[in-house]
């Protein structure tokens, strides 16, 4: 997919996701585009040997990664390919006491944050993936994963 990087160009990157969501996740995206909205980078997992922590390092934006959920034995939804992440550094995953697991980070737990890349409680980025019926982290009670979008909400 076509996405807009955070120089202000345009760039190629690849999403694996589910066939059945295929359409509405490229839909999303298209979205994304036309807003203009920065991704850092969109690779698959395997570019990281399927190293979550690594992917999320690099602020790689990506779908499908067979794995279980955070702080769980049961499987995420990426591990479907039924959930993206969208710019983990400017979007962590944050604990209910605030911490994030990933320094680089730091900068981004406090919402609402209005920084490129950001997403935000009612955003656009926010009603693009609810339109098609998926749920953000960024709702969850407790912990927070601003991040992550999926079919299911979990």
């Not at 589910?18 to 997992?45: C, Q």
């Amino acid at each position: 997919m076509t996405y807009w990087g955070f120089d202000d160009k345009a760039h190629t990157g690849e999403l694996v996701v589910n066939a059945a969501v295929a359409r509405d996740v490229v839909s999303v995206f298209g979205k994304l585009y036309d807003f203009r909205f920065p991704i850092r980078r969109m690779e698959p997992v395997d570019v990281y040997k399927g190293s979550d922590n690594d992917s999320i390092d690099a602020d790689n934006t990506s779908a499908f990664n067979c794995r279980n959920a955070t702080g769980s034995s049961s499987w995420s939804e990426h591990a479907y390919g039924r959930a993206v992440d969208i710019n983990p550094r400017e979007n962590p995953y944050v604990y209910a006491d605030g911490s994030n697991a990933h320094r680089n980070a730091d900068a981004f737990v406090e919402r609402p944050l209005k920084k490129p890349g950001v997403i935000n409680e009612g955003d656009r980025v926010v009603r693009a993936f609810e339109d098609i019926g998926w749920g953000w982290g960024g709702l969850w009670s407790g912990t927070k994963d601003y991040q992550h979008f999926s079919a299911s909400g979990r």
